[in-house]
Each structure stands twice: as structure tokens, then as C-alpha cells.
């Protein structure tokens, strides 16, 4: 989700800022608790947006939250001037803590999830003029961090069914330039990652997880970050463990790990990785800072329980809203368990009387259930534009490959039905009790009901 998204959602919800959870543990949730469900006895009546009463009256739970048991440490942190990595454990300490939760060798601590990708792409040799397949589907911050590089990010289609890349769309995409593969395991849906990792395998490119969505998600029985060459996760405030601004890379190779160290803190020798003088190799400041690391270092078991009851509320709406006719929840890998950072299903308006998506957006929103349309085609914004327009990109690229580049984005059938398509539901959302997703439901058969007065 993007910083603007989660603003639109923040005031949707609440103007009160970072929220204090007194209570530990899902205690912090039973000021929901308390109501009776009413088995969708308002779906005849006539909806908000036509002057109706909203379905759900009584807010959601804000994000982030803290616990008073927190604040002694992150004190700790400040009384004693410790500030920066170099001088203090608790980076370390965070390090080593999310390799075990995600059962990966190592971690590297990063200033955010963008300079966790900048490290990745960097040590996966990712240079100028070089191209990245990655997902369209993502928040711009993917793009990114291969346009710094003066490298091309180049889009897979997105597979409208499951919202992740497509791997049938990847080696028609592979040139004598491309150096890697950037799945993006987006709203916490793990990307089918097999068949993305036997066709970079075949071709000999590197496979970098963004995985800044996906604390926890698992394919196959193991914790995205373990299935690319390096992963990269965000800590921003938004996310599911957060710390204001913060980030990780994680990977089970010493030798990349080593790399990924020494470039993120300046090029100072790490590990294996070293050289005959101090200055051998490039790198930049992207180090965590003590405070971030002392805050996530608290969140472990708040993430663990929070993480299993979105599965169970998402599973609960799954089961509920793909019987809507026109209404189309993800489908997933097999044996996949994803995290839902957003929530999304698929919106097909001919079963709601032609009513567009953004007015169903509007109409959900009014029955007080806060929503949003997920990304959109953010190919055609301009930001791509400006990079191969740039000096440097038309140095690094031929001024052919740049059109044909400009035109590819048309190509994107897939992504393009996905972002006209889709309704996604913030994960705040599904840390509610049963009876709040039967709001949900009940909102949506509601609209269903009256989409002919609606449009
Ligand atoms: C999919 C994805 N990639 C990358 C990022 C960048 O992370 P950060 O905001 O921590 O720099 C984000 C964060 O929103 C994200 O959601």
C-alpha cells in the first residue's frame, strides 16, 4: 500500500494518531466485542450513499499500535546516546530474531524496504543498462529502485486471477540485457514461486523476493524470503510489524549476505567479504537505526497473533464472498498461507446492474466499510516517461529499445483488468471480530441488492 493510500484510509477511519494498546495481546481488540450479530437485516434497507444507514456504525481498530510494556526499552535506547547501529546491539539483535522467525540464514537490518531493494539489486549485480522482469502490480517504490540503478524495470504481466506475476509471462520478456527476476509477493499473496524460480534458473538470472508485504506469508510450507536469492521486507508504518520507517534483507547465502552488509554500511569489509585496503568496494548509509530496532524487537508476538486472526477473518469473508455473484476473492498457490496486508477481490459490475467499480467503492465506503481500488496502471504516470527520456537512460538504451519498451506497457491484458478490477480491504480490517466481517458481507449483498438505484 502506498503512504497516500494509507493516509486516504488513516482519515477514513480516524483522525487520532498513533493509537496506544494498553492492553497486552488481542485484548486490545474487545472494545469491539459486545455486539450481537444481526444476520444482514439491513440489506433491504436502502443504502448510505442514497441517505440509508451505514451497515457498520462503529469504526475499525486504528493502526499502528503500541504497548505501554514497550516504552521502558525504547527509553533504555534514549537515555543511553546509542543510538546509531555501530554503537549498540539491538540491530544485531532484531537481525538475528527475523532470520529465526523466518527460519533464513540471515538478515540484514535497512533504513525502509526501498533501501533493502537498493542493496539487493545492487549485490545481484544489477548495473546500469541492465533490465529486471518484475511485477507491475506493486507500490511504486519497486520501480524505483531499479530506475536508480539505471536499470529497466521490465513489467510480467499480473495474473488476474491470483494478482501476483505471471510466470507463463516471463521468458518472452528475457533479453541478452536482463540480469533478474523481482516477484512481488503483493498484499501478502505469495507469488507461485516455483515455476518463477525454474525459469530464472534456466536463463541464469538472479531472483529477488519483494517480499515488503509479506512478513510471515508462506508457499509451500516455508516463509517467503527463502525462496529468491535475497528478499526484502519494509517495517514502514503502515505495515504489519512496523517502525516508522525501517527494512530487512534476508537470504541464505554467507557470501551474498556478507556483500549486502558491506554495501548497506559504506563498503566496510564484512565477513568474507573484504579487500587488501579499507575502501575496496562501493556502498552507501543504509543502516538501521537502535530505535527501530528496540520497537520491532517488541512486535514479534503482537505480528504472530495478529497474522492468524487476518487469516482466519479473511478465510471466513473467502468462504462467504466468493457465493456474491460478481465477486471474486483471490485465488492462491496451492499450499500457500498469505498475510493479507490488503485484502482484495475481483469486482465484476455486469452482476451489480453495470454499476462501475468506483461508485461501488464509494457505496462500500459509505456503509462504513473503508476500501480502495488497489494500484493502478502506474506505467502510464509519467514516471517512466521521465527515466527513458532521461541523458542517461538514452545513453545506456538504444533509442529502438526505449520505444519498443514505451509500447510494451500495452501488453499488460492482465494487469490492466486487475487495476480496473479490483476492491481491496486494509488489513486493520481483519483484526475485527466475526460479526464486523459479517458487515462486510452484508454491505456488499446490500449494494448487490440496490445497484440498479446506485448507478
Ligand atoms: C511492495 C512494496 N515494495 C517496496 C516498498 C518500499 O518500502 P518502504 O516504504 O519501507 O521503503 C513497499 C512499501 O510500501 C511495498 O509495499
Known amino acids: ?88 546491539g539491538h540491530v544485531a539483535e532484531f537481525e538475528a530474531a527475523y532470520a529465526k522467525l523466518l527460519g533464513a540464514q540471515r538478515c540484514l537490518a535497512t533504513a525502509s524496504g526501498t533501501t533493502a531493494l537498493l542493496v539487493a539489486l545492487h549485490v545481484m549485480d544489477v548495473d546500469a543498462g541492465d533490465e529486471v522482469i518484475v511485477s507491475p502490480y506493486t507500490f511504486v517504490a519497486t520501480y524505483n529502485a531499479i530506475l536508480i540503478n539505471k536499470a529497466l524495470p521490465v513489467f510480467a504481466d499480473t495474473d488476474p486471477a491470483t494478482l501476483t506475476m505471471d510466470p507463463k509471462s516471463i521468458e518472452s520478456r528475457i533479453t541478452d540485457r536482463t540480469r533478474a527476476v523481482l516477484p512481488v509477493h503483493i ?26 508485504q509479506a512478513w510471515l506469508a508462506e508457499y509451500r510450507g516455508r516463509k517467503c524470503g527463502n525462496f529468491g536469492d535475497l528478499a526484502c521486507f519494509s517495517f514502514q508504518n503502515s505495515k504489519h510489524i512496523p517502525s516508522g520507517e525501517g527494512g530487512a534483507v534476508t537470504g541464505n547465502s554467507d557470501d551474498l549476505m556478507d556483500r549486502c552488509h558491506a554495501f548497506h554500511n559504506v563498503g566496510r569489509a564484512t565477513g568474507n567479504f573484504r579487500g587488501e585496503k579499507p575502501y575496496f568496494t562501493r556502498g552507501s548509509n543504509y543502516r538501521m537505526q537502535q530505535f527501530q530496532a528496540v520497537i520491532l524487537m517488541q512486535q514479534f508476538d503482537k505480528l504472530v497473533q495478529e497474522t492468524a486472526r487476518r487469516r482466519e477473518n479473511a478465510d471466513y ?139
Not at 499500535?65 to 527509553?75: N, Q
Not at 498484499?187 to 515488503?212: F, Q, S, T, W
Not at 542517461?392 to 480496473?420: I, P, T
Not at 481491496?424 to 456488499?444: S, T, V, Y
Open 317 to 455: 469473508l473467502s468462504a462467504q464472498l466468493k457465493q456474491i455473484p460478481g465477486i471474486q476473492p483471490a485465488r492462491l498457490p496451492e499450499t500457500s498461507r498469505p498475510v493479507w496486508h490488503l485484502y482484495p477481490l475481483r469486482y465484476d459490475a455486469t452482476q451489480f446492474s453495470g454499476l462501475a467499480r468506483d461508485k461501488f467503492l464509494k457505496a462500500l465506503s459509505a456503509e462504513g466499510i473503508p476500501c480502495s481500488g488497489g494500484y493502478h496502471e502506474q506505467y502510464f504516470d509519467g514516471l517512466l516517461d521521465e527515466a527513458i527520456n532521461s541523458r542517461g537512460f538514452k545513453r545506456l538504451f538504444g533509442a529502438e529499445r526505449l520505444k519498443a519498451y514505451r509500447e510494451s506497457f500495452q501488453e499488460l491484458k492482465g494487469n490492466r483488468e486487475v487495476c480496473a478490477t479490483t476492491v481491496a480491504l486494509p488489513q486493520n480490517l481483519l483484526l475485527a471480530e466475526r460479526a464486523d466481517m459479517d458487515h462486510i458481507i452484508e454491505a456488499i449483498r446490500k449494494l448487490q441488492k440496490h445497484s440498479a438505484a446506485l448507478r
Open 187 to 212: 498484499y501478502g499473496m505469495p507469488c507461485d514461486m516455483d515455476p518463477i524460480n525454474a525459469v530464472a534458473r534456466k536463463h541464469k538470472l538472479g531472483v529477488i523476493e519483494d517480499a515488503c
Open 1 to 88: 500500500m502506498s503512504t497516500s493510500d494509507f493516509t486516504k484510509l488513516k482519515t477514513s477511519i480516524t483522525r487520532r494518531g498513533f493509537i496506544r494498546e494498553a492492553a497486552a495481546g488481542s485484548a486490545a481488540l474487545t472494545w469491539l466485542g459486545g455486539h450481537t450479530p444481526n444476520a444482514f437485516a439491513s440489506e433491504t434497507a436502502k443504502p448510505a450513499l442514497l441517505g440509508g444507514a451505514p451497515v457498520h456504525q462503529r469504526g475499525w481498530s486504528e493502526w499502528p499500535k503500541w504497548r505501554e510494556s514497550w516504552e521502558p526499552a525504547v527509553l533504555r535506547v534514549l537515555r543511553s546516546g546509542k543510538w546509531f547501529r555501530g554503537e549498540g
